[in-house]
């Protein structure tokens, strides 16, 4: 059996392959953290952070990413980058599912600022 976050990468997975991306890589871990999914939209190499959110006072699952959230995905980026003979144009993008199971993805959600 899944659990809640794990099945929650699976079907926003499923819902971006829907949209036409490839998947590259699920759950690369670095020494600076963990990216769930790792796509490729075209020639865009899509960097995929998924939130669950089961109550909706808290906020939306890109509420959630802080700045120190958005700085450990941009050094794991970093990290997976060194890995490739050519860097391909990147965004980061944010996949948030809510309490009733509807999916908002959010392209190009933040940029490496």
Avoid at 1 to 21: D, F, I, T, V, W
Avoid at 53 to 62: E, I, L, T, V, Y
Avoid at 64 to 84: F, G, M, V
Wanted: proline share 4%.
């Amino acid at each position: 059996m899944l659990r809640p976050g794990e099945s929650a990468e699976r079907r926003a997975e499923r819902y971006l392959r829907a949209q036409g991306l490839r998947l590259l890589d699920r759950n690369y871990r670095s020494p600076h953290g963990e990216i769930d999914l790792i796509m490729q939209d075209g020639a865009t190499l899509v960097f995929v952070e998924v939130r669950l959110r089961s109550n909706p006072r808290f906020g939306s699952g890109a509420d959630s990413i802080d700045h120190r959230k958005r700085q450990r995905l941009l050094r794991t980026a970093e990290h997976y980058l060194q890995r490739q003979r050519r860097i391909p144009a990147c965004r980061f993008d944010v996949v948030s599912l809510d309490g009733t199971g509807k999916i908002h993805w959010i392209p190009d959600a933040f940029g490496a600022e």
